[in-house]
């Protein structure tokens, strides 16, 4: 009878285990598709420079809530997680920003010189680990 009864226990807790592990793993899907749809749904579509900085505030908003850390420049290091990394690739003199450079120097002087000017997403990578965006590439396509 003790035998049957720890068959039971261990068959229980096996099963047990294994639906926590299934659960949390949707869990995970469903928030890793929810946070990728704010991002997803840019990519190779043309945008003006203004809605640029609310993607760009929303990238860094997603970093500091993360705690992603800076380095000693303070761009965000990649944690191979939940980071997100914009460059943003200006026809104007050929040269890739960082986000974090644009929202240093001040988003109210891109929107002043940038609001009407249009971008594409042309790339999209994303984490390992988590299938969320890690990283995205906007180039200016018109001056």
Excluded: W
């Excluded at 986000?99 to 001040?106: A, D, K």
């Excluded at 971008?119 to 984490?127: A, G, I």
């Amino acid at each position: 009878m003790k035998k049957l009864a720890v068959f039971f226990l261990i068959t229980v807790i096996i099963v047990v285990g294994i639906s926590y592990m299934y659960l949390n793993y949707k869990a995970n899907y469903y928030e890793a598709q929810r946070e990728n749809k704010q991002f997803e749904s840019y990519d190779g579509q043309e945008i003006h420079g203004a809605e640029l900085t609310t993607i760009i505030n929303k990238a860094i908003d997603n970093n500091q809530n993360n705690d992603v850390p800076k380095d000693d420049k303070g761009k965000y290091i990649s944690n191979d997680n939940n980071s997100i990394q914009i460059d943003i690739k200006m026809q104007d003199n050929e040269k890739t920003y960082a986000m974090e450079t644009l929202y240093i120097g001040g988003m109210d002087k891109f929107v002043q010189f940038y609001s009407e000017i249009k971008f594409k997403c042309t790339k999209l990578e994303y984490h390992k680990a988590t299938n969320k965006v890690k990283y995205m590439l906007f180039e200016q396509i018109t001056q």
